[in-house]
Structures are given as structure tokens and as C-alpha cells.
């Protein structure tokens, strides 16, 4: 098969500039992409071409331009798409991430082996690292990265990728009876978060409240639709009033400021969903924490034992950065097996015999300071691979006081007081699918509330933009309807 079009790239001066791409290939061989006249990408088999029928305008990619991933790029990954060929009777919804399992390579890394092939190193990442995204008119999804999609409108459907990563947050974070939990900022991923929140309570007969929190009138409305049982308009409260309030906070603000607020706000636990790309709290690669969907926990013998609530795994290995070595040799169960050291030497040691055919990374980290929490998580800017295992932890040894100043103090006493900050990523599109299945009030509500602008792909530049403002919630451009309206 031979593809050619036109699409817009996104550049890192926050641009779009016209390309010429070339797909040639097919599932069984490999494709070559090509871009104005140069090779570009070479992918091997394993890959089914759709052509795109609309695609969201997310956080990620108004962003995009500060994330580690090279540039120019067509960038968009909420997609719908019709499938071409034997396909061109299906409707598909399109999972991000570009790996061994979702190709259905019969040679699986370390990762997929250990059920997290979500977070291969060699992964690709559609319209974010290098595989070209959904603000073109066709793209390459690996075959079972494409999920069908049937009993659910084009209107939901376009809505699965970001509604499923909302999802995983309450995967991640689960409300249990009795609990308050509160989002805060709900635009357009707090809004997928709330409407998450209220078909998982109704699916799973949950008795928890739902409180979502804002300072914008037109968020106020959005937020009852979605499924909030109270809306808090920070604008009519004291901010203190809500100090230690929720026994999850579900921080969707992506802001230095948002962040501080939901360290206070937090009874429990503080998830933390998105961020901008800088530092926050005093806390180096939060993004990366949240592309890893690490969590940073105080240190305690309970923490040690810390694994996703979905998942069933022993930690058997403990890096212990030399700031804390102290404190904990000689301590530890003697199941683990314990390392010690700077990140360099961690690095060194995730490359010798004792990981050889195991994915390379500790179980637990335990740091003594924000700079060793940034280090856990990116120790060498060569490279993105974290010290520790994705989905795992970093302890936090808060008894050395001296290491923690200025904006991080805050940071210091919310671990001191044993709250504990979790993150997540991208979700399971099966399972959104079901939820929105279950609960069709909710899925209406999507339906009628969440998208605010449409804009056909010949004004793609204009979405973007419009995407920007914060009267905007969710946009989405069409390619193949020509009734987009803003």
C-alpha cells in the first residue's frame, strides 16, 4: 500500500509547518515512512493503516514542545478512526503506546514479559515520540493497539483514549466507601476524571462523594454534569477551610500552584494525573513521574511492600542512595537484596549480572532529598530510563530535614505526616469501553458536555489555538465530517 498526503508537523517553537508524507508498506512486511522526499521512520511488521476520522486536542499536546521527544512530529493521539482495506467497515480507537505486544511480536523484552509493555524502553508513542499521530489524515497503529469500537457513538468514541487515562487514575487510586475525594481543576481531564469517578461508584455499588473544585463559572456547570456530587468555587472559600479535607485529591491542574494546593488539600493521598514539564514543589521530573506512574511515599516498612492494587508482585530488590544508607542497613527483611550507592553506581549496577534477562530496575528506591527523588526517576539526561521499576515507588526518608528548603518544605511535611503521592498514565481501553457501556446517563453526558468546539482539519491551526484558551474544554477536529462547528 502506498499513502500520500499532506499533513501540518508540530514544531518545537510551538508551530505547524506543511510536510509531505509517504507510507509504503503493509502489515506483514514493514512501512516506510516518508517525509518531504527524506526517510523518516522505518517500522516493521505489524502495522495496520487507518485513516483518521477525528482526534482531541489534549494537554499533552499544548505541551508537547517541553516533553524529551525530538521534533518536528505530527502529533494528536485521541483518535477515531476507519480502518482501510479488510478493514473499511470498522470503527477503531487507537491505544498509544507502540510495543512489542501490541505489534504481536513473537520476541517480547523484559518488560512485556513482566506484564508492563506499556513502559518499554523502545516503545514508541503515537503522535508524542516519533510514530506520527492523529493530526493527520492516516496514521500506523500497531494491530492491537486498534481497538474496535461498537454500541458507543463517533462523539463518545473520540473521547476513549483520554476518558480510559482518566480511568486509570481510579485504577491507580481507588475511592473506597465512605471516602471524600475531590479534582481539582476539572477542565477537560478532570472532567474525564469525574465522570470516571461516577460510573466506577455506580459499576461497583461504591458509596464515596465526588466534589469537584474550580474558580471558573462555565466549569462549575461542567462539573455537575460530569458526575460531582458538590462543586467548591474556590473564589466564594477560604482555601484553609479545605486544608486536609479529601481522602484522595485527583490534581488535574498541570500548574506550580494547582500542585501546592493539592499537597494541602489531601487527607490521604494525592494523585497526581498531569503536569507541565518543569520542576514543582521543588521536585525535579514529575512529568517522568507520571510517564513512569511511580509513586513517592514516605519510608516506612509498610511502604516496602508497596505494589498497584491491580497487580500481584513481591519487591525483591532495594536501592538505598547513600544519604539514607545509614538509616536502613541492616534493617531490611532479609528477602530483599539490598544495593546502596549514588545514582551513577545504581546505574552500574542495573547493568551487571544480576538483572541480565530481568527488567532493569529496582523494585524501591529510598532518597533522602528532592534532588535524589529527581535522580530516581531521570539519573542520566542521556537516556529516559528511571532507576526504578515503573508502577513501583520511591521511599522518601524524611528524618534529614536539612536537605529540604524552600518551596520542597511543603513537600517534606506532607510525607512526614504519612500522605503518600501516586500517578498514572495511559488506560485500559477495553475496560473504558465497558464502564461507558454500563453507564449511558454518563455516556450522554460526554456526549452533550465535555466536547465545547469542533473545527474541521483545514483549521486544525485554529484548534489548537482555541484549544489554548481557558473558556475551551475539550477540541476536537474532523477530518471526515464536514459538519465540524466551533
Known amino acids: 500500500m502506498n499513502l500520500k498526503f499532506q499533513a501540518l508537523d508540530y514544531t518545537s517553537e510551538d508551530q505547524f509547518v506543511p510536510a509531505e508524507y509517504e507510507y509504503i508498506g503493509d502489515e506483514l512486511t514493514g512501512w516506510k515512512i516518508i517525509r518531504n522526499g527524506e526517510a ?62 501490541a505489534r504481536g511480536a513473537k520476541d517480547l523484552d523484559s518488560f ?8 518499554s524502553p523502545e516503545r514508541k508513542v503515537l503522535g508524542i515520540d516519533r510514530l506520527p499521530g492523529g493530526f493527520g ?30 480511568l486509570q487514575a481510579i485504577i491507580a487510586s481507588p475511592p473506597k466507601s465512605g471516602d471524600t475525594v475531590a479534582v481539582l481543576g476539572p477542565r477537560r481531564l478532570g472532567s474525564l476524571i469525574l465522570a470516571a469517578l461516577s460510573s466506577y461508584r455506580k459499576s461497583n455499588s461504591l458509596d464515596f462523594r465526588i466534589i469537584a473544585i474550580t474558580r471558573h463559572d462555565h466549569l462549575v456547570k461542567l462539573a455537575k454534569n460530569m458526575g460531582a456530587d458538590e462543586v467548591v468555587d474556590l473564589r466564594l472559600i477560604d482555601p484553609k477551610d479545605l486544608e486536609n479535607k479529601y481522602d484522595i485529591l485527583y490534581d488535574t491542574t498541570s500548574t506550580p ?57 513481591k519487591n525483591k530488590t532495594v536501592f538505598l542512595f547513600d544519604s539514607v544508607k545509614e538509616n536502613w542497613i541492616g534493617k531490611l527483611p532479609k528477602e530483599y537484596s539490598v544495593f546502596s550507592g549514588n545514582a551513577k553506581q545504581a546505574e552500574s549496577i542495573l547493568e551487571g549480572p544480576e538483572f541480565k534477562n530481568k527488567v532493569p530496575r529496582f523494585d524501591i528506591v529510598v532518597v533522602g532529598s528532592p534532588e535524589e527523588i529527581g535522580l530516581a526517576i531521570r539519573p542520566n539526561p542521556a ?56 453507564n449511558p446517563e454518563i455516556t450522554t453526558n460526554l456526549e452533550n458536555h465535555l466536547i465545547s468546539h469542533r473545527f474541521p482539519a483545514s483549521e486544525l491551526i485554529e484548534a489548537y489555538a482555541k484549544a489554548k484558551e481557558p473558556s475551551s474544554v475539550k477540541v476536537v477536529i474532523d477530518f471526515l465530517d464536514s459538519d465540524s462547528k466551533r
Open 112 to 119: 512485556c514479559l513482566e506484564g508492563i509493555p506499556t513502559h
Open 383 to 438: 537516556h529516559e530510563n528511571a532507576l526504578v521499576r515503573p508502577r513501583s515507588a520511591i521511599l522518601v526518608d524524611t528524618s534529614i530535614e536539612e536537605n529540604w528548603s524552600g518551596e520542597s518544605k511543603i513537600v517534606l511535611d506532607f510525607f512526614k505526616k504519612g500522605k503518600e503521592i501516586h500517578s498514572s498514565r495511559c488506560g485500559d481501553f477495553h475496560l473504558g469501553i465497558k464502564l461507558l457501556q454500563e
Open 40 to 101: 523518516y521512520l522505518e517500522l516493521g511488521p505489524g502495522y495496520i493503516p487507518l485513516q483518521t476520522t477525528s482526534c482531541g486536542v489534549c494537554s499533552t499536546d499544548i505541551d508537547r514542545r517541553f516533553l524529551p521527544f525530538p521534533l518536528p512530529q505530527i502529533i494528536g493521539h485521541e483518535v477515531l478512526a476507519k480502518g482501510l482495506g479488510d478493514n473499511s467497515n470498522k470503527q477503531f480507537v487507537v491505544e498509544i503506546n507502540d510495543t512489542f505486544a
Open 257 to 313: 500552584s494547582g500542585f501546592e494546593s493539592a499537597l494541602k488539600f489531601a487527607k490521604r493521598e494525592l494523585h497526581l494525573k498531569t503536569t507541565n514539564g518543569q520542576v514543582m514543589g521543588g521536585i525535579p521530573h514529575l512529568t517522568e513521574l507520571v510517564v513512569d506512574e511511580l509513586s513517592l511515599l514516605p519510608a516506612n516498612s509498610k511502604t516496602f511492600e508497596f505494589h498497584w492494587k491491580s497487580e500481584d508482585r
Open 137 to 166: 489524515p492516516y496514521l500506523l497503529a500497531p494491530k492491537h493497539a486498534a481497538i474496535e469500537v461498537t454500541g458507543l457513538s463517533s462523539k463518545a468514541a473520540v473521547l476513549m483514549e483520554p476518558f480510559s487515562a482518566a
